[in-house]
């Protein structure tokens, strides 16, 4: 276990609240798109993830990983990662409506988990691995923030 221990540092911290805003505004897309617009489960899943991917790339990169990397090739890495937890969500959420019958709305609430797991070991693993540290501030014991 002491060797994944630097997959969850300081950034989960970051991530957690970048996906906790992008999970407020994409969850009142999605219920917003079935309530007024009479979408299914699947088309209203699709449209609030699909609007909120440039937001979560750019908060994701600049804040959270604190990448210097190539912003393409780390967008086309984020959108393979996404395209991934998009999948684990929507299985999730059909599978909780559909096997377990829980209530639609609750269960786009639970394919939450599996999209945040998927979405950050991929992004931290995977899309953004080109820190900033040349441009991270020294702290007084001399490590980086």
Known sequence: MAGLAHLFDHRLGRFILVGLCNSA???LVIFGCKAYLGLGDAAANATGYALLI???F???RQ????DGGDPAGS???FVLVLAAAYLANLATTLAAIDLLAV?????????IGPYAAVGYLGSRIFVFRSPRSSLRCPRPDGTLR
Request: charged content about 15%; glycine content about 8%; proline content about 0%.
């Open 25 to 27: 505004l994409g969850l």
């Open 54 to 56: 440039a937001l979560s």
């Open 58 to 60: 750019l908060l994701n």
């Open 63 to 66: 804040w959270t990983f604190e």
């Open 75 to 77: 967008l086309l890495r």
């Open 103 to 111: 209530d639609d709305y609750l269960a786009h609430v639970a394919g």
